[in-house]
């Protein structure tokens, strides 16, 4: 019944590591986003995709590349792990890319250490 | 660019209070959408309202009730009678629709409802 899933809930890993979040919806939707929150909580997008595209890529570095091997997963690939990775990590997904409303995963805690 | 601002960081009240958090917006666009989510502790985030630029007729859910004004460039939101349950940090947030097709959170309010 989960309508945007995403895996895994917590992570915890070191420096330096590669690390994936997985995200997956079945609602149907088109456009699929990656959002980070910061421990002040101010969320900020970084990648956004419709229908596979990528159509968004905030000031992001390269060590972050999402994939999208269709329009119902978007994955979040990590390499090189730095402290200030450190974030809760949410995905989701809308209607269309304009103004439908976000449905929301619950969150992926990444712990740098 | 668009810009949200939620001036209010933390408001504590007492259970059964009328809180009203506040939400100010920028855009240069005519068209736009603008959103309230809430983040309970347990951490979701959960969609509220969406409300378009067009429309300005006041929204009431329940004990929640949305006020949106162009003219101040505000879309507040009230709880009345709160409870416990209420806690939680809310986020307004905002789209333009000749923009960049970013929604733009504002940094949140964080409510907590005392017993």
């Known amino acids: 019944d989960t309508a945007v899933s995403q895996t895994p809930k917590y992570l915890v890993t070191q420096m330096g590591n590669d690390k994936s979040i997985k995200c997956e919806q079945n609602?149907?939707?088109?456009?699929m986003y990656w959002y980070k929150q910061d421990s002040k909580k101010f969320l900020k997008i970084m990648f956004s995709?419709?229908?596979?595209?990528?159509?968004i890529n905030e000031t992001v570095p390269n060590r972050f590349s999402p994939k999208s091997p269709d329009k119902a997963h978007l994955n979040l690939h990590i390499n090189s792990l730095e402290l200030g990775d450190s974030a809760v990590y949410f995905c989701?997904?809308?209607?269309?890319?304009?103004?439908?409303?976000?449905?929301f995963g619950n969150g992926t805690r990444l712990t740098v250490t | 660019a668009q810009k949200v601002t939620q001036a209010q960081t933390e408001i504590s009240v007492v259970e059964k209070e009328d809180v009203t958090l506040d939400c100010v917006y920028e855009?240069?666009?005519?068209?736009?959408?603008l959103f309230w989510y809430k983040q309970p502790p347990s951490g979701e985030l959960v969609f509220l309202i969406r409300?378009?630029?067009?429309?300005?007729q006041n929204e009431i859910s329940g004990r929640y009730s949305w006020n949106f004004q162009k003219s101040t460039s505000s879309f507040n939101f009230t709880i009345t009678a709160s409870q416990v349950v209420d806690s939680a940090v809310y986020f307004c947030?905002?789209?333009?629709?000749?923009?960049?097709?970013?929604?733009?959170f504002g940094k949140g309010t964080k409510l907590t409802v005392n017993p």
């Open positions: 989701a997904s809308s209607q269309d890319r304009q103004n439908s409303p976000l449905h």
């Open positions: 609602l149907g939707h088109d456009t």
């Open positions: 995709y419709n229908n596979k595209e990528l159509i």
């Open positions: 855009t240069r666009d005519t068209t736009y959408y």
């Open positions: 409300r378009n630029s067009f429309d300005e």
């Open positions: 947030a905002l789209i333009a629709q000749g923009g960049s097709e970013k929604l733009v």
